[in-house]
């Protein structure tokens, strides 16, 4: 293995570790910063799913999320000092500033190129499903059902890339796009179920919360 393969597989390892402790750390961040992780997990899927040329720039604006996180969590102040917590900040910061736009330009590109899959082909009826929870239902997602999906959803991402390089076959990759199907069509399920007992309402054209909880973290 080249040594520039070797630095980007434990770089790879870095930001996977760093994302699990912050998704075992959720209950301490807000609602929101949590939905917003999800939120670009699931727009690196869209480019993972149409094989954007750059999606890798996804990839990065979702570590640098997980980083800004994770420099908050009790691990970072075992494991760091102040000062490389703070830089670690920082340089997450900058990163999602300097991506936000291109993120946002893939993620049309990537829907655009999607909606023209067979209604069939499983890239297309996953993203589908992604797209409707993007548009309609992220906020109301239960903490557990959002650590679910980030993690189903990373693990498609990863998927996705490893078979365009050929570390997978293209059956793994298929496998880890249907974990993440089952897994929405589950959450959607679950929404609907508290629609109809009231505990969702409609009000003003949008769904609503009326006791709604958005969590007691700071971050």
Known sequence: ??????????????NIHRLSCVLQNLPDFKHATTCHLAEVALMWGMAALAEDEDQSVCSR?????????????????????EASR??????????????????CQIANRSVQALSLFPEEYNRRVVFDAMYDVL???????????????????????????????????????????????????RILEEIAERVSSGQLIIADGEL???NADMGSGDV
């Open 61 to 81: 604006r979702f570590f640098a999320l997980s980083d800004r996180m994770f420099a908050s969590t009790f691990e970072a102040l075992q494991l760091l000092d």
């Open 135 to 185: 548009s309609n239902f992220l906020p109301h997602i239960r903490l557990a059902d959002l650590t679910e999906l980030i993690t189903r959803c990373l693990n498609m991402n990863l998927a996705c890339d490893f078979v365009r390089f050929g570390t997978i076959e293209e059956n793994e990759c298929n496998s880890k796009i249907k974990d993440l199907y089952l897994s929405i069509n």
């Open 1 to 14: 293995m080249s040594d520039s393969r070797q630095r980007a597989k434990a770089q790879l390892q870095e």
């Open 208 to 210: 609503v919360d009326p």
């Open 86 to 103: 703070n830089e670690l900040a920082d340089r997450a910061d900058i990163t999602q500033r300097e991506l936000d736009q291109q993120v």
